[in-house]
């Protein structure tokens, strides 16, 4: 069974976040796909600033324990997906501090699905930018994006979103 690292880049927490609710969603769907599915939430388990010497080695004993076990659930994932709300057109600088936490290759022989949600057409912003920093950590973006408009979440039904969220999860499960 593959398995799937769902990462939440909202420092929200709560039933009042949408990303959380992007997140539970993205999280239905794949397990309706048959997919073993892990999730961090990094308004609940945050991560410490990033030092230059996690990007040497995040597995290093001498680094914080959570840094570590980011860092193996990323390594551990057939598949990632990376959901952030838009902040500033761009994605959350929690997201981006986790991302930090991985070593250069951290996404290496990885798909990743890359989820923003935002008001009307924001959304894209993030989805943009993250695209680069999933390459450069040699991860491979999946063709889609995932872009939920925040009004959608309120209320998946009829909104075509639980159906955009199975078909992406599912083709980039293959």
Not at 76 to 84: G, K, Q, R
Not at 88 to 93: A, L, N, Q, R
């Amino acid at each position: 069974m593959k398995k799937v690292l769902i990462i939440g880049g909202s420092p929200r927490l709560g039933a009042d976040s949408k990303t959380t609710k992007l997140v539970r969603e993205i999280e239905e769907a794949a397990r309706e796909v048959g997919l073993d599915v892990n999730i961090w939430l990094l308004g609940e388990r945050p991560l410490p600033t990033a030092m230059p010497h996690y990007h040497e080695d995040p597995m290093d004993a001498a680094n914080p324990q959570t840094v570590r076990d980011f860092a193996k659930n990323v390594r551990d994932a057939d598949l990632l997906v990376l959901t952030t709300p838009t902040y500033h057109g761009s994605y959350s600088s929690h997201l981006k501090n986790a991302l930090d936490c991985l070593g250069g290759d951290g996404f290496s022989g990885k798909t990743v699905v890359i989820a923003s949600q935002g008001w009307s057409a924001t959304a894209m912003g993030p989805a943009m930018h993250l695209q680069d920093v999933v390459r450069t950590l040699e991860g491979t973006p999946f063709r889609r994006f995932l872009i939920a408009n925040a009004g959608d979440l309120d209320s998946t039904k009829g909104s075509g979103l639980k159906e955009r969220i199975t078909d992406i999860i599912k083709e980039a499960a293959i």
